[in-house]
């Protein structure tokens, strides 16, 4: 059995640097490395209507956007497979069947379902008097969906966000089911994480527990030198921190925590003038310096967010280079889609037979229950 990734994210806009530290970077180191035999990223148009279904063209129109992004951070198509859910159908046929392996219950526990929930602002009750009221079942049933989007690829690893590893408990789960009730056919993936736990969750510029385009404190990958710099001024840091010769706090405060994100050893000596000012200079070797200095006292946010904007912008120097190289010809980056859903639909489907024979449903290919061909 091979090593495979599947993995994907929902349409609804712009990647931003949470998805790019969360998943996007290790992906791309991953199919560098080239310990997988087949890597699927997948553009899950399909999960995005579950919560849009009153605005397709929200998700139709950021498909691109989403592929852009995915070419631009360091996907290669010649080894991974980028490919849009909806148009494989073989993952929502099987959705249908392990729907019957799930309760109700189960997907209410979904501790990511449930917090999903509140955060759209679902009602509890649906009287019909308010078409908003209620939860979409759609919605509702995506760790499903899910599953089927892992196991149609015999995924053995998904590298996802925090926010996604009761998806992935739940995907353990109905593999063990099915398996146990029709027999071993289905793969049981693992869960990859990040390994920083400044990546795990990045904040919002805001400061907020999550970057969320919801919650407009995205700095998206796309976003333009000028707009990341004024987007890093506008920071949360420590609210306490009003005076520079004030001690500041680094936990909680957004600026370090993406330092601990992006910051390299040789960003000290190459970003070194960022520390250099009127009043006051340092030379940090460093990020432990910086802190320390920080939580001392005397050194200012200015500094500290200048020399995060020049590591942001170095970091998305080259993705925006490459986005604007893309973005010369829409066509071309359609035809990669085209090509890696094509690989996706023959994967999927080599899934789909084997569910449908363990399930005893592949009525046709059984001379001993229709005579035919006997
Ligand atoms: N739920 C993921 C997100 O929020 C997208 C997704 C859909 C996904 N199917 C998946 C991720 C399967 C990993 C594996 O962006």
Not at 74 to 94: C, H, R, Y
Request: a negative charge.
């Amino acid at each position: 059995m091979g090593k495979v990734i599947l993995t994907g994210d929902r349409p609804t806009g712009r990647l931003h640097l949470g998805h790019y530290v969360g998943s996007l970077r290790r992906r791309v180191e991953l199919q560098n490395q080239g310990g997988f035999d087949k890597i699927f990223i997948m553009i899950a148009d399909a999960q995005a209507l579950t919560d849009n279904a009153d605005n397709p063209e929200k998700v139709r129109q950021n498909i691109i956007q989403v592929a852009l992004d995915y070419l631009s951070a360091g996907l290669d198509p010649a080894k991974v497979n980028i490919f849009i859910q909806s148009m494989v159908p073989q993952l929502t046929e099987l959705t249908f069947y392990y729907m019957n392996l799930v309760t109700v219950q189960r997907l209410q526990r979904n501790p990511t379902v449930k917090q999903e929930i509140k955060l759209r602002g679902y009602s509890e009750s649906d009287d019909g008097s308010d078409n908003k009221a209620g939860t979409p079942v759609g919605f509702f049933c995506y760790p499903i969906s899910q599953a089927a989007d892992i196991t149609a690829f015999r995924a053995t690893t998904v590298p996802v966000g925090e926010d996604q590893e009761p998806m992935l408990e739940q995907c353990r789960e109905i593999v063990r089911k099915f398996n146990a009730v029709y027999g071993e056919t289905l793969v049981e993936p693992e869960i990859l994480l990040p390994d920083n736990a400044a990546c795990l969750r990045l904040p919002g510029t805001d400061g907020k527990a999550k970057m969320s385009k919801s919650l407009g404190n995205c700095i998206y990958l796309s976003d333009s030198a000028e707009e990341v710099a004024a987007k890093v001024k506008g920071m949360f840091t420590d609210p306490g921190h009003l005076q520079v010769s004030d001690p500041g706090k680094v936990e909680g405060n957004a600026v370090f925590t993406y330092l601990d994100a992006f910051c390299k050893p040789e960003h000290f000596e190459k970003y070194r003038e960022c520390f250099v000012g009127r009043k006051s200079s340092f030379t940090f070797n460093s990020l432990d310096e910086v802190k320390a200095q920080y939580r001392a006292g005397g050194l200012g946010d200015v500094m500290v967010k200048n020399f995060l904007t020049a590591i942001l912008n170095e970091t998305l120097d080259p993705i925006r280079a490459r986005r604007a190289e893309l973005e010369k010809n829409i066509p071309a980056v359609w035809e990669i889609l085209r090509r890696g859903t094509d690989a996706a639909v023959a994967e999927a489907e080599i899934t789909l037979s084997a569910v449908r024979k363990s399930m005893r449903i592949d009525y046709f290919d059984d001379p001993e229950l229709t005579g035919m061909g006997k």
